[in-house]
């Protein structure tokens, strides 16, 4: 469901009309989101009531959070869940000689990416779904994060929408407080920025309580170009 302000008002709301005097505002708040993204656990609750998109194949898993991937084989007509695995893992099940053998054994898919980020499933023949969600960037010309109501629409999860916005509004706070402080404004607009910042960082860690968000980043550990 569509909130009713986009997500630029809702920032504003939190810490008054200078957002937009920062320089690279945008992709502090994209910035934020992605944080949000990585803290979620790829297996809570609030990946599944999204909409993720998903690909066969994957060339640069920089650019995304990979959430689950599963893989459908015509042998026994199951979809069944990938696991990762270490990459050296996964290359010695390509060795015939090796235990680790994993050619036809279709009941227990595995993947892994290469050092250059690209997905590699196995064992071959079937057909592989990878779940993901696009971290977004300011410089994105498909999607202004700044005029984003509905969050289906990033592939977000519309519960976690608040805790994104907060952290977004963190990462403003931080940037309006180093200007201030290199333009040598008075203590009094410092004092009420840190304020604001110490009030926005207590409303993060409630909302990580409230969703039952591990208190450090998850990531997907993908992150390789």
Not at 15 to 41: H, Q, R, W
Not at 68 to 95: F, H, M, N, Q, W
Request: charged share 25%.
């Amino acid at each position: 469901m569509a909130a009713s302000k986009d997500v630029i008002t809702r920032i504003q709301d939190l810490v008054g009309e200078d957002v937009t005097t920062v320089d690279g505002y945008k992709d502090l708040i994209c910035s934020g989101f992605n944080y949000v993204a990585d803290m979620i656990p790829n297996d809570s609750e609030l990946w599944r009531h999204s909409e993720l998109d998903d690909s066969s194949s994957l060339e640069d898993s920089s650019e995304y959070k990979v959430i689950i991937v599963t893989r459908y084989d015509s042998a026994d007509s199951v979809k069944r869940v990938a696991k990762e695995v270490p990459l050296d893992y996964l290359r010695r099940g390509e060795d015939q000689t090796s235990i680790y053998y994993n050619a036809g054994n279709y009941k227990n898919p595995i993947f892994s990416f290469t050092p250059d980020g690209t997905f590699v499933g196995r064992p071959t023949g079937g057909t592989f779904k990878i779940y993901r969600f696009k971290y977004l960037t300011g410089a994105d010309e498909d999607v202004d994060i700044t005029t984003v109501k509905d969050f289906a629409d990033i592939r977000f999860p519309e519960e976690a929408s608040f805790m994104a916005i907060l952290k977004s509004a963190s990462n403003i706070l931080h940037a309006l407080i180093s200007n201030a402080i290199q333009e040598e404004e008075d203590q009094e607009l410092l004092s009420l920025l840190n304020s604001q910042l110490q009030s926005v960082s207590t409303a993060i860690q409630d909302e990580m309580n409230r969703l039952n968000i591990p208190n450090k980043l998850v990531g997907d550990g993908n992150d390789v170009k």
